[in-house]
């Protein structure tokens, strides 16, 4: 499996990093980060490509490529903006057109609020063609007692509506 996850905005960069920390070791990730301080030397797996935004001409920037799913985690509302609108300016947008092209899963986890009515006419847009949208929102009933156990629950839920397996968190039973 080909997983595109790309790293928008500056706060949040902990759950995309930890995203990436949890996968299955057998799944193929390509990364993207608009924050230059990040580099692939802060992950724990050795599967990770990471690509240069502005290198637009990447190979995940192609359907051809056969990308099976790209996560935004976190996506800044610039990057949200951009991609309702179908601007395709730097590789992250980019990859994201081309999910919605080829009709492939789309996570995004926008992480500013409160959310004003653009930000919330764009998720709707966005949710309308398929894209899954998923702030990382607290689930309470986890009864998480650590922020650790917190984002475990929440990267969770996002790799089941992705339908990949895991036990980050406790199942209701």
């Known amino acids: 499996m080909k997983l595109v996850v790309a790293i928008s905005g500056a706060s949040g960069i902990e759950l995309g990093k930890k995203f990436i920390d949890y996968l299955p070791k057998e799944i193929e990730v390509h990364l993207i980060t608009t924050n230059n301080a990040l580099t692939v030397n802060h992950f724990e797996r050795q599967n990770v490509t990471l690509h240069e935004n502005s290198n637009i001409a990447a190979s995940i920037a192609s359907g051809s490529f ?3 799913m790209t996560v935004i985690i976190p996506c800044s509302m610039n990057t949200l903006a951009k991609i309702s609108c179908g601007i395709a300016d730097n590789l992250v947008t980019r990859v994201a057109a081309v999910a919605l092209k080829e009709q492939k899963k789309l996570l995004l986890a926008p992480r500013e609020m409160p959310f004003s009515a653009i930000p919330l006419e ?10 899954i949208i998923a702030p990382p929102v607290l689930g309470y009933y ?3 007692s650590t922020v650790e156990e ?24």
């Open 150 to 173: 917190m984002e475990r629950f929440i990267i969770g839920k996002w790799y089941d509506v992705l339908g990949i397996e895991n036990n980050l968190y406790e199942r209701w039973s």
């Open 142 to 144: 986890s009864e998480s």
């Open 66 to 68: 056969q990308v099976d």
């Open 122 to 131: 764009n998720m709707l847009k966005l949710s309308r063609l398929n894209v």
